[in-house]
């Protein structure tokens, strides 16, 4: 009588080890990620007896990392946002929370003290592929260096900086004299006289405020006092969430213009005309259904007022405050500039600023005539100039600068 042939795969003695073939066997050992401290599995193919099968089973077991319970970084994010958000703006928070989320994607099940350097690069790399620009890169990063260090020194994690080696590996855009964001005067006219009626009032008050677009957003017609002509900014509407100005010295006094306030003054009579719904709600610019704006839809009508012009870069709504901060440096101090705008430090105005290629070549040329003609030729306007309704006055050459039909300096004329 003969014996039935074997079958496989078939169980053995020994938990874990199955028979697969003649002398062939398939080791497994469950064991715990030290990383993410999920369970997985090891697995081995041994050639042999099953008594070599069991030795290469102990021998994994040996290697199994068994982790105890420790913090992951999903808690930690979770804990870190709670501990944050006390005291930032609606908008600030919502960046954090996206910035977040791509990182608990990517480090969520990881344990806080097992991330290393290595990891946070392939997280770089990874944002990299996705396409996500310098800007946003060192975004996430500066939040990852932030939560290492709430885990080091609030959590009392024993970790190290594994954000310490990371730079970012995508430059980051930077405005150049070819890609200014900024507006000549010229420019900025041409812009303003290709917008649409209907959205005038809205690019005339950032044109001639220097405004950040959510302080405009946020305007309301108790912040103008058109008696004293000026406007008061005590509030910014981001993306829908009414909240206070992003820093200290965003809550300031602009002088208003005749010009703006006519203009303004005009945009008020036509709600009133059209009994808009929004004058009940107070707001100076609002949806048709009379609702604060829950987005930023300025960008689009730039887009196609854009294509109307000759403007050869990329310019945006928040080009309109660089505009302004280029002019005004022109006629006032930095020290003015800096609390009509809302900076709270000057290097953030610096940053703002463009320096054309008519400048230095004018600079340039005022050196050589001071090397050569023994004397310093006359001053730009550097220091707040005298204004008047129809002009603006240099307070060193005494040149006017008429005001052209959109409020802004044109070309100089004669001395007083």
């Known amino acids: 009588m003969s014996k039935a042939p074997q079958t496989y795969p078939r169980k053995t003695r020994y938990k874990g080890i199955t028979c697969i073939g003649r002398a062939k066997y398939s080791v497994r050992v469950r064991w715990t990620d030290p990383k993410t401290g999920q369970a997985r599995d090891k697995k081995a193919i041994v050639h042999g007896s099953v008594g070599d099968a069991k030795a290469k089973q102990d021998e994994l077991k040996g290697a199994r990392a068994d982790t105890p319970n420790k913090t992951k970084m999903k808690s930690l994010i979770e804990s870190w946002l709670k501990h944050s958000q006390i005291g930032l703006r609606p908008g600030s928070v919502r960046a954090y929370v996206t910035h977040l989320k791509h990182i608990g994607r990517f480090f969520g099940h990881y344990y806080v003290d097992a991330i290393t350097p290595a990891d946070v690069e392939d997280f770089h790399t990874a944002q990299i592929a996705a396409g996500y620009e310098g800007r946003t890169l060192r975004a996430r990063l500066k939040v990852l260096r932030s939560l290492s260090r709430y885990a080091?020194?609030?959590?009392?994690?024993?970790?190290h900086d594994f954000c310490a080696t990371v730079r970012v590996r995508r430059p980051c855009r930077e405005y150049t004299e070819d890609e200014p964001n900024s507006l000549t005067i010229e420019q900025l006219n041409e812009v303003l006289g290709a917008i649409p009626k209907r959205w005038f009032a809205h690019f005339a008050t950032l044109a001639?405020?220097?405004?950040?677009?959510?302080?405009?957003?946020?305007?309301?017609?108790?912040?103008?006092?058109?008696?004293?002509?000026?406007?008061?900014?005590?509030?910014?509407?981001?993306?829908?969430?009414?909240?206070?100005?992003?820093?200290?010295?965003?809550?300031?006094?602009?002088?208003?213009?005749?010009?703006?306030?006519?203009?303004?003054?005009?945009?008020?009579?036509?709600?009133?005309?059209?009994?808009?719904?929004?004058?009940?709600?107070?707001?100076v610019f609002a949806k048709r259904n009379g609702e604060h704006y829950r987005s930023q839809p300025l960008r689009y009508v730039l887009v196609n007022v854009l294509k109307q012009t000759t403007i050869p870069f990329r310019f945006t709504v928040h080009g309109f405050r660089r505009t302004y901060n280029d002019l005004l440096q022109h006629v006032a101090r930095d020290r003015v500039v800096r609390k009509i705008l809302g900076h709270t430090k000057p290097e953030m105005t610096a940053h703002y600023s463009t320096v054309r290629t008519s400048e230095k070549k004018e600079a340039a040329q005022r050196m050589f005539q001071l090397i050569h003609g023994g004397k310093e030729e006359p001053r730009d306007c550097t220091e707040t100039g005298r204004s008047r309704e129809d002009a603006v006055v240099c307070p060193h050459c005494n040149q006017e600068f008429p005001l052209n039909s959109n409020g802004l300096p044109g070309t100089p004329s004669t001395g007083l």
């Open 208 to 283: 001639y405020t220097g405004a950040r677009v959510g302080e405009l957003l946020g305007l309301q017609w108790d912040d103008i006092d058109f008696a004293a002509g000026l406007i008061h900014i005590r509030r910014t509407n981001t993306n829908g969430s009414i909240g206070e100005p992003k820093t200290n010295e965003g809550r300031r006094t602009i002088a208003m213009v005749p010009k703006l306030a006519e203009i303004l003054s005009n945009h008020r009579q036509a709600l009133l005309a059209a009994q808009h719904p929004s004058l009940a709600r107070g707001w």
């Open 152 to 159: 080091r020194e609030v959590m009392r994690i024993t970790t």
